[in-house]
């Protein structure tokens, strides 16, 4: 074999290399750079969502506190809320932990039904959170919420 051939053998191998390494290397990286990057700005817009929902909720929780109320039990409290609401379904369970406390979870709730179920629990004067527990599952648009309530003193 020439000299001639050796080179275009090796440029040849060279230019293979580099057009693998592109295909299966950096064009994939590039491609998955991209959708990250995609996918910040969506949470970021979420995230500001979320706190303006945040701060009306603080809001409207202010300025609703002295409006509160009796009702039978507790537990029937918790219980009509959700189909008071139009969101029975998403109700998961109710436990009794002991006196006046429950914990509740909801699953599938958008931000809206979120922030008016916890602006209505607290605007009702009825309970109080002592614990919660917001989490957004694999669907990023949707949020499932735990809560420990106990009533009012």
């Known amino acids: ?5 050796r080179k275009a053998l090796i440029y040849g191998g060279i230019a293979i290399a580099l057009i693998l390494l592109f295909n299966f290397v ?8 991209k959708e990250a990057k995609t996918e910040i700005q969506i949470k970021k817009e979420e995230l500001k969502q979320l706190l303006v929902l945040g701060e009306r909720y603080l809001a409207l929780s202010k300025s609703t506190m002295g409006g509160e109320r009796k009702v039978e039990s507790l537990f029937s409290y918790l219980s009509a809320l959700p ?12 436990k009794p932990l002991g006196g006046e406390r429950y914990e509740l979870k909801l699953e599938g709730l958008t931000l809206e039904e979120l922030v008016k179920y916890l ?3 607290e605007k009702d004067g009825v ?7 917001i989490k957004s599952g694999g669907n990023p648009r949707r949020a499932s919420l735990s ?3 106990s009533a009012l003193e």
């Open 1 to 5: 074999m020439g000299e001639r051939e």
């Open 26 to 33: 950096i064009y994939p990286m590039h491609l998955e750079l």
């Open 83 to 94: 189909q008071k609401l139009g969101i029975a379904g998403k109700l998961i369970y109710i």
């Open 119 to 121: 602006s209505t629990l």
């Open 127 to 133: 309970a109080i959170i002592r614990e919660a527990d």
């Open 147 to 149: 809560l420990v309530v």
